[in-house]
């Protein structure tokens, strides 16, 4: 389904989807009220309908991934706390240092194998304040990000996630998932998001990634969390009035947009093969999603970059040596056909 302007093909992610028609419909027809005053219902159906699936008590519907796990973060943190995360994880990478300004909270940081953390490590990365003669911070949450972004996209089995869990309630840390793309882990390993977050306190879970809406995360957890997380969301000025609009992209994308993320895994993969028997550096293993990652050569990333794009196919430079191209919604078996081409030609 293409379903957006111009010519080209967009790899550099699946947040670049637009509203398709369907989508657009819904958005106008929708049912809304003023959410900060509590009364929106399309809002509400969101929520109740995310942390149902979830298997969790209630939910908020925020602006952005950033801002799920930042009041997720803050509504159960304390300044002068720490987290603990992986080394590649995007609440470390790409939010701005947000934990820190936001929540006042360092960070303990772990090495992931394809950014996926070894519950050993994280225990082991768990600092407590008491019994260190007030020289360390206390670290309170664990924070679990799945799919990995720079994993490749990776999914963490089943008793990996578990283990986690479990090594974080054993030493009184709430446990966090970044699951801006849970669905494609849930899609990819079969497994229902509701089993994936069974042992977790809270979940982020972002509806403008592959599931194709225009904007929109929601937090799920318990309903004392989830009202702590409501004056933070207020207070980081991310109360919205008739987000209804906005709310009902996302029921449309929940009703219609996740089982096709099959699609997009089936296209990334066709599109990994193809350029790694190229000769490109793709690891193969880390190809479970949506996401292909692309060694190249020290310093040459940019110059890969431009020579795909002279050719119409648009990819992201993630550091001076590597790539990624993500198929979402709009990319179809022509455009990775397309993308294929590109990459050979800019060998
Ligand atoms: N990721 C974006 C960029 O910010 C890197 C992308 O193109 O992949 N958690 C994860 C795991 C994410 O990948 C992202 C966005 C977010 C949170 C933040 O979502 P937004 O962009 O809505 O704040």
Redesign the pocket.
């Known amino acids: 389904m293409r379903e957006y302007p111009g010519g080209r093909v967009d790899l550099?992610?699946?947040?670049v989807t637009q509203p398709t028609a369907g989508m657009r419909e819904a958005m106008t027809t929708a049912i809304v009220g003023d959410d900060v005053l509590g009364d929106d219902p399309t809002v509400i159906q969101l929520q109740d309908r995310l942390a149902d699936m979830l298997g969790k008590e209630s939910g908020l519907f925020v602006s952005?991934?950033?801002?799920?796990?930042a009041t997720a973060i803050r509504a159960q943190t304390e300044p002068g706390d720490e987290i603990i995360t992986e080394a590649h994880?995007?609440?470390y990478i790409?939010?701005g240092g947000g934990f820190a300004a936001l929540s006042g909270v360092s960070v303990a940081l772990v090495e992931g194998l394809n950014g996926i953390m070894n519950p050993e490590d994280v225990r082991s990365a768990i600092r407590k304040g008491d019994g260190s003669l007030g020289h360390f911070p206390n670290g309170s949450m664990v924070c679990v990000?799945n799919?990995?972004?720079r994993g490749g996209g990776t999914c963490y089995p089943l008793e990996t996630m578990d283990e986690i869990a479990r090594v974080s309630t054993k030493n009184n840390c709430t446990s966090h998932i970044?699951g801006?793309?849970i669905f494609n882990a849930s899609v990819a390993m079969g497994v229902e998001v509701a089993r994936i977050a069974e042992h977790y306190d809270s979940v982020?879970i972002?509806l403008?990634?592959g599931l194709g809406a225009p904007v929109g995360?929601v937090l799920v957890g318990s309903s004392q969390m989830i009202e702590r997380a409501y004056r933070w969301r207020k207070m980081f000025g991310g109360g919205m009035r008739q987000s209804g609009i906005l709310a009902a992209a996302g029921l449309y994308a929940l009703d219609n947009n996740i089982e096709r993320l099959r699609d997009d895994h089936y296209r990334a993969r066709r599109l990994a093969e193809a350029v790694s028997e190229m000769g490109y550096n793709v690891d193969m293993n880390q190809v479970q999603t949506n996401m292909v990652y692309i060694g190249c050569e020290k310093g040459s990333a940019e110059e890969m970059v431009s020579k795909l794009s002279d050719q119409g196919v648009d990819t992201?430079t993630i550091d001076d040596s590597s790539i990624r191209a993500?198929t979402h919604l709009h990319i179809t078996d022509e455009d990775v056909d397309r993308a294929i081409e590109a990459f050979a030609a800019s060998r």
Not at 12 to 15: A, G, K, L, P, Q
Not at 64 to 69: A, E, F, I, R
């Open positions: 550099r992610s699946d947040t952005s991934g950033t801002m799920c796990n994880s995007h609440i790409y939010e990000e799919t990995a972004n970044d801006a793309r982020s972002c403008s990634k995360s992201l993500v």
